[in-house]
T-cell receptor
């Protein structure tokens, strides 16, 4: 499974778009990119996943570069409830990195 | 769909006692479940893989005699922390692979264990 690299922390103003990057330069051709988030003292929650094409659901959008070496999770209108740790996972990796701690401020 | 229910959500126990945590797949069968431990301000650390009808596979450094895993049915895996000590206090989370295959994993809500 490919290793992923994410910034440790990010801030975002409420109502603005939060763009969370992830580097997965060693991802293989058939591995999906998954994003989860973990709100304090809860289990991780699935957000979105993608292979090659950009994806959008009711929670977020996922932009994957053409070479698939990186992706960006976009929360279009961040709210205070989006404050959480966001994890980017390549394939069916079972080991989580440190993720990005997103703080949404009023 | 693909919900994993974890119970209890929190537990306090005395040193030396054992605590059992249950993880149930509610609307699907999970032949494999995963157990994680998370210390404050740290990421999830995989402890073991629970396999229905066979022995669990433990990650390096995890004591299998201390963290007993039983996966006796296709919908239930249990983690028993035996002879608990304060250093076992942590947040324990279970997960299972989503059966449709490409939606990753689904996670339980976690169990906060405090050993006093």
């Amino acid at each position: 499974d490919a290793k992923t690299t994410q910034p440790t922390s990010m801030d975002c103003a409420e109502g603005r778009a939060a763009n969370l990057p992830c580097n997965h330069s060693t991802i293989s051709g058939n591995e999906y990119v998954y994003w989860y988030r973990q709100i304090h003292s809860q289990g991780p929650q699935y957000i979105i996943h993608g292979l090659k094409n950009n994806e959008t659901n009711e929670m977020a959008s996922l932009i994957i570069t053409e070479d698939r070496k990186s992706s960006t999770l976009i929360l279009p209108h961040a709210t205070l409830r989006d404050t959480a740790v966001y994890y980017c996972i390549a394939g069916y990796a079972l080991n989580f990195g440190k993720g990005t701690s997103l703080l949404v401020t009023p | 769909g693909a919900v994993v229910s974890q119970h209890p959500s929190w537990v306090i126990c005395k040193s030396g006692t054992s605590v059992k945590i249950e993880c149930r797949s509610l609307d699907f069968q999970a032949t494999t479940m995963f157990w994680y431990r998370q210390f404050p301000k740290q990421s999830l650390m995989l402890m073991a893989t629970s396999n229905e009808g066979s022995k669990a596979t433990y990650e390096q450094g995890v004591e299998k005699d201390k963290f007993l895993i039983n996966h006796a049915s296709l919908t239930l895996s249990t983690l028993t922390v035996t002879s608990a000590h304060p250093e076992d206090s942590s947040f324990y989370i279970c997960s299972a692979r989503v059966p449709r295959g490409i939606e990753g994993y689904t996670f339980g809500s976690g169990t906060r264990l405090t050993v006093v």
